[in-house]
């Protein structure tokens, strides 16, 4: 099973910055933290990943807590189109994916 | 922007046929997967692949399932006999890197072919 923990769902307004939490507790140091999401039948699309260190790229940022427990997608301005299934998925080879959490997207 | 491309998007077979799903992976990846989703549940692995060899694969992956690279740029799965079971979203992904020594590895995933079985 997934060895992370995510909320079932979140909802958010457009335009606004939505943080997407994740708990990996049992993560071991080498691991790094994945985030993929999955948009109405589409498949998995990557988004962001890191190992210790808070990271960006232009489609969200991940912060990562100094004990590596825990971390956080920022989407920094929800559009429609993020509305999706989000994924936090921790290890190095195959991809362990849980159910995830779905964000809703309010205009 | 490269693409993972998964032929067909649709496939419908009778029970007890043989079906084979295609896929084009991103042509300078080296490691090819396997996943599937029935509907409403979870995204699960099936099987890795890398320099013609399965490196990993999972309990749902038996002997009815089996995967080829038949020429330098398709990878497939082919169902041998299909069960009603098999009905599901199969995606086909693609990563230059793997884990372990190189610590990271991302995925990137076909749109999908969605396997309906009589």
């Known amino acids: 099973d997934a060895k992370t923990t995510q909320p079932n769902s979140m909802e958010s307004n457009e335009e606004e910055p939505v943080h997407l939490p994740c708990n990996h507790s049992?993560?071991?140091?080498?691991?790094?933290i994945h985030w993929y999401r999955q948009l109405p039948s589409q498949g998995p699309e990557y988004v962001i990943h890191?190992?210790?260190s808070n990271v960006n790229n232009r489609m969200a940022s991940l912060a990562i807590a100094e004990d590596r427990k825990s971390s956080t997608l920022i989407l920094h301005r929800a559009t429609l189109r993020d509305a999706a299934v989000y994924y936090c998925?921790?290890?190095?080879?195959?991809?362990?994916f849980g159910k995830g959490t779905m964000l809703l997207v309010s205009p | 922007e490269p693409e993972v491309t998964q032929t067909p998007s649709h496939q419908v077979t009778q029970m007890g046929q043989e079906v084979i799903l295609r896929c084009v992976p991103i042509?300078?990846?080296?490691?090819f997967y396997w996943y599937r989703q029935i509907l409403g549940q979870k995204v699960e692995f099936l099987v890795s692949?890398?320099?013609?060899?399965?490196?990993?694969k999972s309990e749902i992956f038996d002997d009815q399932f089996s995967v080829e690279r038949p020429d330098g740029s398709n990878f497939t799965l082919k169902i041998r006999s299909t069960k009603l079971e098999d009905s599901a979203m199969y995606f086909c992904?693609?990563?230059?890197?793997?884990?372990?020594?190189?610590?990271?590895?991302?995925?990137?995933f076909g749109a999908g072919t969605r396997l309906s079985v009589l």
């Open positions: 042509s300078n990846h080296l490691y």
């Open positions: 992904a693609s990563s230059l890197l793997a884990g372990g020594d190189y610590g990271e590895n991302i995925q990137y």
């Open positions: 998925i921790t290890g190095y080879s195959t991809l362990t």
């Open positions: 890191g190992l210790t």
């Open positions: 692949f890398y320099n013609n060899e399965i490196s990993e």
């Open positions: 049992t993560i071991s140091g080498t691991d790094y």
